[in-house]
């Protein structure tokens, strides 16, 4: 079972910086099955990235997804207020899907 | 418009079961496209993959709950069930149903999620 290891647990910048999030497989997996999410406070998470890189339906392209093997990282180039919110990285292999423990970015 | 609708008791005594139902509008539970999956999320917790479900009946499950956990899919009322036994307050959590699609290996549609108390 592939563990999912995120960092770091809470990321405190301004609105305009670089966001930078680390996802980290306790195996190396296959890019096609590494997806980002987007959970914002009484909300249901929505989804941000496929296969590690793709952009999904809406979302702007601030937001980009890099990585294989065992890092992957997502990265939102200039924080918008409404990018306040808890990330998730989620791996889907062998019938198994598992999701990060989450990394929390809050205005600072 | 493609919705998933999550229904069941708020509040289920420890020890019993759990039940919700998922119910899908606007997309068909029986395309081969898709898998119906089931997340939690505890109070101030991160999610928990639950288990899927795909058209045929075929089920996947969390290692951690697979002894109490049974997902169902109803293909001619186009929903699909939890069912969780011997719930304890560690049970106690938001559930969501979501829409896992193949083609890009993502949960894409989610449910709004209902909020289970086991007290």
């Known amino acids: 079972e592939v563990v999912l290891t995120q960092s770091p647990g809470t990321l405190s910048l301004s609105p305009g910086e670089r966001a930078s999030l680390s996802c980290r497989a306790s195996?190396?997996?296959?890019?096609?099955?590494l997806a980002w999410y987007q959970q914002k406070p009484g909300q249901a998470p929505r989804p941000l990235m496929y296969?590690?890189?793709n952009r999904a339906t809406g979302i702007p392209d601030r937001f980009s997804g890099s990585g294989s093997g065992t890092d992957f990282t997502l990265t939102i180039s200039r924080l918008e207020p409404e990018d306040f919110a808890v990330y998730y990285c989620q791996h889907y292999g062998r019938a198994l899907w598992t999701f990060g423990q989450g990394t929390k970015v809050e205005i600072k | 418009q493609q919705l998933l609708q999550e229904s069941g008791p708020g509040l289920v005594k420890p020890s019993e079961t759990l039940s919700l139902t998922c119910f899908v509008t606007g997309a068909s539970i029986s395309s081969s496209s898709y898998f119906w999956g089931w997340i939690r999320q505890a109070p101030g917790m991160g999610l928990e993959w639950i288990g899927s479900?795909?058209?045929?009946?075929?089920?996947y499950y969390n290692p951690s709950l697979t002894s109490r956990v049974t997902l169902s899919v109803d293909k001619s009322d186009n929903h699909f069930s939890l069912s969780l036994t011997s719930v304890t307050a560690a049970d106690t959590a938001v559930y969501y149903c979501?829409?896992?699609?193949?083609?890009?290996?993502?949960?894409?549609?989610w449910g709004q999620g209902t909020v289970v108390t086991v007290s």
């Open positions: 479900v795909y058209f045929s009946g075929t089920t």
């Open positions: 296969g590690a890189s």
């Open positions: 979501a829409r896992w699609v193949g083609s890009s290996d993502v949960f894409d549609i």
């Open positions: 195996q190396s997996v296959s890019r096609s099955y």
